[in-house]
């Protein structure tokens, strides 16, 4: 994982605060979908996909299970529902090779955890993903709010912006966040990942 300087994320934090407090996020383009953005989600949506190493697994949950419930406890108090959330989070991330807790770290941003959270832009779920997605990919009898359609779609999004920004996180966020060529959203991400979710 890309280490990101305490002292950069700080410069952005006060336009970050009222970032926060003023902008919904939602994922992806309002526009029209990018080819190979549409493709990369239809074989996402048919992946079933597995833990690779189930014993590096099992230390990342219960890393990420007492992480949730210092930082979330009203967010998902229920151990056994926070550990199957988790495992999702975890699978699905693996699956589209992005960061488990750069994932934490945007679910916590864009709905704080809420499944049933929608945004003025009318983004759904943890991920905040805009319902145009599944009418895009002929997936209407799908729910935004079920974790693992939320989780997956998100990954894949994510996933596809960081390839198109040649890993640069800054540039990868804003274009998930739609706010390309500002730097708000993404400094806000990048300083829950390193305060709450990177490893130590």
């Not at 953005?37 to 189930?54: C, E, I, P, T, V």
């Not at 040649?166 to 305060?195: E, F, I, M, T």
Request: with cysteine; aromatic share 10%.
């Amino acid at each position: 994982m890309r280490t990101i300087r305490r002292g950069v994320i700080r410069s952005g934090l006060c336009a970050a605060v009222l970032f926060l407090g003023s902008q919904s996020a939602h994922a992806g383009p309002t526009g029209e979908p990018e080819p190979e953005l549409r493709a990369l989600l239809q074989q996402a949506l048919a992946d079933a996909g597995s833990f690779n190493d189930r014993f590096d697994a099992e230390v990342w949950l219960t890393d990420m299970s007492l992480r949730m419930n210092h930082y979330v406890p009203k967010a998902m108090p229920d151990s056994d529902l926070r550990a199957e959330f988790l495992a999702r989070v975890h699978n699905e991330a693996k699956r589209a090779n992005v960061s488990p807790e750069l994932v934490m770290a945007v679910i916590q941003i864009e709905s704080r955890f809420d499944r049933f959270a929608i945004s003025h832009s009318g983004a759904l779920g943890y991920m905040q993903i805009m319902p145009f997605w599944l009418e895009e990919l002929g997936q209407k009898g799908d729910n935004l709010f079920h974790a693992d359609t939320n989780l997956r779609m998100g990954c894949t999004i994510l996933r596809f912006y960081l390839d198109k920004e040649h890993g640069s996180y800054v540039r990868a966020l804003a274009r998930y966040n739609g706010s390309y060529g500002k730097a708000d959203y993404p400094y806000v991400v990048l300083d829950a990942l390193n305060r709450r979710w990177s490893p130590m």
